[in-house]
T-cell receptor
């Protein structure tokens, strides 16, 4: 069964460092998403991506964050200068159709900022 | 006020019991998703609904668009059903999901 894969599964970094989280969506999917879940809290939308550009982003997704699809398969989330409050589980997801199709999630990347 | 409310927040059941988890939302939606989050953190999509009812194995999901309410039912519950069940709605005009806080289900043998 096709799946979304994410790397790394866990990353520990120092405050102020740049972090790149990587995702390989399902190959025939067109819509890609990043979500985050701070420990003990609900899942929150960060950004959606379609046709090589951001289609929607939340208030959380400020100038410190960026996404790109550098090579047609990987979908990355970059945090330029990490803060303590960026510590969370980051989930990548993909779907064939925006909102109206089944979402496939990766296993998540846990980011710990010290 | 949260736009997506789930009840109960926590639920403990005995193996074999019939379980219902409820989701109410206050915004117009085009679709509603039920998700399962495993103890390890991974998220799996269970259902996507825009109307009516869907069934998959022992899981049944219903939605009433007029009442802005959805339910997830688990028949003959099993300890392996223990997880957090999350309701999330897609508003259509915006490309993102709004998530509920989840219902933590524990099924005892």
């Amino acid at each position: 069964e096709p799946e979304v894969t994410q790397t790394p599964s866990h990353q520990v970094t120092q405050m102020g460092q740049e972090v790149i989280l990587r995702c390989v969506p399902i190959s025939n999917h067109l819509y890609f998403y990043w979500y985050r879940q701070i420990l003990g809290q609900k899942v929150e939308f960060l950004v959606s991506f379609y046709n090589n550009e951001i289609s929607e982003k939340s208030e959380i997704f400020d100038d410190q964050f960026s996404v790109e699809r550098p090579d047609g398969s990987n979908f990355t989330l970059k945090i330029r200068s990490t803060k303590l409050e960026d510590s969370a589980m980051y989930f990548c997801a993909s779907s064939e159709a925006r909102g109206l199709g089944e979402l496939f999630f990766g296993e998540g990347s846990r980011l710990t900022v010290l | 006020k949260n736009e997506v409310e789930q009840s109960p927040q926590n639920l403990t059941a005995q193996e074999g019991e019939f379980i219902t988890i409820n989701c109410s939302y206050s915004v117009g939606i085009s679709a509603l998703h039920w998700l399962q989050q495993h103890p390890g953190g991974g998220i799996v999509s269970l259902f996507m609904l825009s109307s009516g009812k869907k069934k998959h194995g022992r899981l049944i999901a219903t939605i009433n668009i007029q009442e802005k309410h959805s339910s997830l039912h688990i028949t003959a519950s099993h300890p392996r059903d223990s997880a957090v069940y999350i309701c999330a709605v897609f508003r259509g005009s915006q490309g993102n999901l709004i998530f509920g806080k989840g219902t933590k289900l524990s099924v005892k043998p």
